[in-house]
Antibody
Framework: QVQLQESGPGLVRPSGTLSLTCAVSGGSISSSNWWSWVRQPPGKGLEWIGE???????NYNPSLKSRVTISVDKSKNQFSLTLSSVTAADTAVYYCARDLGITGTTGSAFDFWGQGTMVTVSS | IVLTQSPGTLSLSPGERATLSCRASQSVSSNYLAWYQQKPGQAPRLLIY???SRATGIPDRFSGSGSGTDFTLTISRLEPEDFAVYYC??????????FGGGTKVEIK
């Protein structure tokens, strides 16, 4: 059973950089799956941030693309998110997720999710 | 692709049938449409992918249908544990992958 676990600071200062890591266990990050970050502001819906394949290929949400970087560390079986120039609007629960691996060139539906980590942007 | 879910809230009793709608702003390629259930404080759970294929371990009271721009999630007989928020998601035109705004199914 694949498990994902997010980690990182729960509080980030405005204009700073948010950095999170997702550790994958029970499976390999080098499998034929895309690995994504999804966020959910308090009381609101889900927003896809971006995804990475083990080769290093990435796709990002155009609305965040200028501020987002997703990277993979195959030696540690994990992938990471950095989001720069954060504001209060970036306050959310951040989830990492694995796709079904059924579409190939981009991600698909998400069958495994982390528990989520709350990140608050505040001074 | 913008996904619009309706209604925003559905008030039903256990045992009743729930019908949730997801409408896309343009045709979803290959019917690449998924449905998720989310309970408070939990991550979403995949119910349906490819518009109508149930994910592993999902009870058969959950079914998905539709094509093109109009999709439906049906819960045939609501169980107490089914009261939650449901989201649709398209993965036919990416990036970006997009989610609908959600439908809350609450106890009447």
């Amino acid at each position: 059973q694949v498990q994902l676990q997010e980690s990182g600071p729960g509080l980030v200062r405005p204009s700073g950089t948010l950095s999170l890591t997702c550790a994958v266990s029970g499976g390999s990050i080098s499998s034929s799956n895309w690995w994504s970050w999804v966020r959910q502001p308090p009381g609101k819906g889900l927003e896809w941030i971006g995804e990475i394949y083990h080769s290093g290929s990435t796709n990002y949400n155009p609305s965040l693309k200028s501020r987002v970087t997703i990277s993979v560390d195959k030696s540690k079986n994990q992938f990471s998110l950095t989001l720069s120039s954060v504001t209060a609007a970036d306050t959310a629960v951040y989830y990492c997720a694995r796709d079904l691996g059924i579409t190939g060139t981009t991600g698909s539906a998400f069958d495994f999710w982390g528990q989520g980590t709350m990140v608050t942007v505040s001074s | 692709i913008v996904l619009t879910q309706s209604p925003g809230t559905l008030s039903l009793s256990p045992g009743e049938r729930a019908t949730l709608s997801c409408r896309a702003s343009q045709s979803v390629s290959s019917n690449y449409l998924a449905w998720y259930q989310q309970k408070p404080g939990q991550a979403p759970r995949l119910l349906i992918y490819g518009a109508s294929s149930r994910a592993t371990g999902i009870p058969d009271r959950f079914s998905g249908s539709g094509s093109g721009t109009d999709f439906t999630l049906t819960i045939s007989r609501l169980e107490p544990e089914d009261f939650a928020v449901y989201y649709c998601q398209q993965y036919g035109s990416s990036p970006p992958l997009t989610f609908g705004g959600g439908t809350k199914v609450e106890i009447k």
